[in-house]
């Protein structure tokens, strides 16, 4: 079992839902994601504000990213997890590449937590204004079996595109096209992504949104796609916005956690977000005005009740009553 009970001194206790008794705390295990992608930025500052507002401890699990967090989560061997919305909406419909697996029909939302851009960076030297220019590259697409590899591969295959893809952690990656070894690099996160940075900071590099036919290939592909931009000044040197499309990631979790858990959860986060918004700008989404940023995926009864208490009314066909 991955939720283990720890006791320390001090903790509240809670008329609603009911949590352990005053001088218990909770531990969860919660699924963030590899070295320089937005997960695992985002997951130690994400249990330090749970920690601080809940009696609830979270144990970091790195992982590859959204992939790898759905199926811990959905085999018990994570409580919360990270992950785009994208690849749960695969692993609730039992879709590729959760086929074999799936469908995960015991996930369920929380909370919002960004929007994601896809875009890619390359060297200035290369030349490349859009993803077509990168016709016969090698362009690295994230951890292997993630889902920027995923979409990457999607779309280059509605493109008619022919490329060679790299996997690796994002930080790696950049490394890489530092160095001259891959061509570009394709990721899907919040803005700024730390690894783009380290390339358009350290050798020259830009960062590349989407064409419109590209963002189209992408969401025939994915109709879960929306459009998006990459904002003006997300990175060194970038003077206009970029059209990119997007895909929100939300922190999910199991519907065997706790109602008091997943309610205490909700309401540190979403109570107390803007107190990590000034370190970590992208999770300005983390708000109530975008619960309705997910179309599929039911609520877990903690969360609703926070919604209720809030007064954010969640359709019917998104009510997990537990």
């Known amino acids: 079992m991955s939720r283990r009970r720890l006791l320390v001194a001090g903790a509240a206790s809670l008329a609603w839902p009911a949590l352990p008794a005053a001088a218990e705390r909770t531990r969860l295990t919660l699924a ?23 009696p609830i401890d979270l144990d970091l699990q790195p992982t590859t990213g959204s992939h790898d967090n759905v199926v811990l989560i959905g085999a018990g061997d994570a409580d919360l997890g990270l992950a785009s919305m994208g690849s749960v909406f695969d692993a609730w419909n039992g879709r590729t590449p959760f086929k074999a697996r799936g469908p995960f029909r015991n996930l369920r939302a929380l909370l919002p937590l960004y929007e994601a851009s896809f875009g890619l960076v390359a060297l200035r030297a290369r030349g490349a204004a859009r993803l077509s220019d990168l016709a016969g590259a090698t362009i690295g697409a994230g951890p ?13 295959a509605a493109l008619g595109l022919p490329v060679k893809i790299a996997t690796g952690a994002p930080a790696d990656l950049a490394e890489r096209v530092i160095a001259g070894e891959i061509d570009a690099f394709w990721f899907g996160s919040g803005i700024p992504v ?31 796609v929306a459009t998006g931009e ?18 929100w990631s939300f922190l999910i979790g199991s519907d065997r956690l706790g109602e008091a858990e ?16 000034g370190a970590f700008p992208r999770l300005v989404g983390a708000s109530l005005a975008n619960v309705t940023a997910n179309t599929f995926l039911p ?11 809030k007064g954010v009314i969640v359709p019917d066909a998104l009510r997990d009553r537990g």
């Open 144 to 156: 292997a079996g993630g889902s920027a590899q995923m979409y990457l591969v999607g779309l280059v």
């Open 230 to 247: 990459i904002p003006a000044g997300s990175y060194k040197g970038q003077s206009s916005a970029l059209p990119s499309a997007a895909i």
């Open 32 to 54: 963030t994601g590899s070295s320089g992608g937005g997960f695992h930025e985002h997951g130690p500052a994400l249990a330090e504000l749970v920690a601080r507002y809940a």
């Open 194 to 224: 730390p690894a783009f940075a380290e390339v358009v900071e350290r050798a020259d590099g830009v960062v590349l949104g989407l064409a419109p036919d590209e963002i189209a290939g992408l969401r025939r592909t994915f109709p879960y």
């Open 299 to 309: 609520f877990h009864p903690g969360a609703l009740r926070y919604f209720t208490d």
């Open 262 to 277: 997943a309610y205490e959860t909700t309401r540190a986060v979403l109570d107390h977000a803007a107190e990590i918004t």
